[in-house]
T-cell receptor, first 112, second 116 residues
């Protein structure tokens, strides 16, 4: 499978716990994006990387959120001290130089 | 600021009927890109089309067709002879120059039900 892959696909966590999601982009893609989608809404931009550099962060990305792409390949999105409002699907996507953006299947987070 | 409006929240049609999903966008940029994505129940966003602002030609791909009209800022999507497998949420989206502002702005989506 050469598409964008995300892990885990589903995560249930207790409020206050930390969670981490991983994204493996399409291999030749230099840009990697994180989006968040809540029920009944379209995806909302969180942040994106060009290679290992994080170039833009949305105001949606509070201090409890951190994303990294240390070697310009895979990326992690960590949420610290989760809150119920963090429950959503976290989508990763990749592209080559901002051309067509391909999305993964998403990681569903439920905070109880 | 950019904005995408999909006025149809939910549509139901009987299989084999044609259906058009509406999309209206707002941007002050002269260079921009329009997209349609399909999201089946599995959750993955499936890329359908990317169209740049300088190409107003309509496009057809099998049963899918897209009508881009800059005069009305619309980028509508038509499925001809719909099938049950077309049931999904469809998102229209907009981005500007990827070297200046590389994020996609999505509409809220239209949930399409194809009834057998």
């Amino acid at each position: 499978d050469t598409g964008v892959s995300q892990d885990p696909r589903h995560k249930i966590t207790k409020r206050g716990q930390n969670v981490t999601f991983r994204c493996d982009p399409i291999s030749e893609h230099n840009r990697l994006y994180w989006y968040r989608q809540t029920l009944g809404q379209g995806p909302e931009f969180l942040t994106y990387f060009q290679n290992e550099a994080q170039l833009e962060k949305s105001r949606l990305l509070s201090d409890r959120f951190s994303a990294e792409r240390p070697k310009g390949s895979f990326s992690t999105l960590e949420i610290q001290r989760t809150e119920q409002g963090d429950s959503a699907m976290y989508l990763c996507a990749s592209s080559f130089d901002g051309n067509t953006i391909y999305f993964g299947e998403g990681s569903w987070l439920t905070v109880v | 600021a950019q904005k995408v409006t999909q006025a149809q929240t939910e549509i139901s049609v009987v299989e084999k009927e044609d259906v058009t999903l509406d999309c209206v966008y707002e941007t002050r940029d002269t260079t921009y890109y329009l997209f349609w994505y399909k999201q089946p129940p599995s959750g993955e966003l499936v890329f359908l089309i990317r169209r740049n602002s300088f190409d107003e030609q309509n496009e057809i791909s099998g049963r899918y067709s897209w009508n881009f009209q800059k005069s009305t800022s619309s980028f509508n999507f038509t499925i001809t002879a719909s099938q049950v497998v077309d049931s999904a949420v469809y998102f229209c989206a907009l981005s500007v120059d990827p070297n200046r502002d590389d994020k996609i702005i999505f509409g809220k989506g239209t949930r399409l039900h194809i009834l057998p």
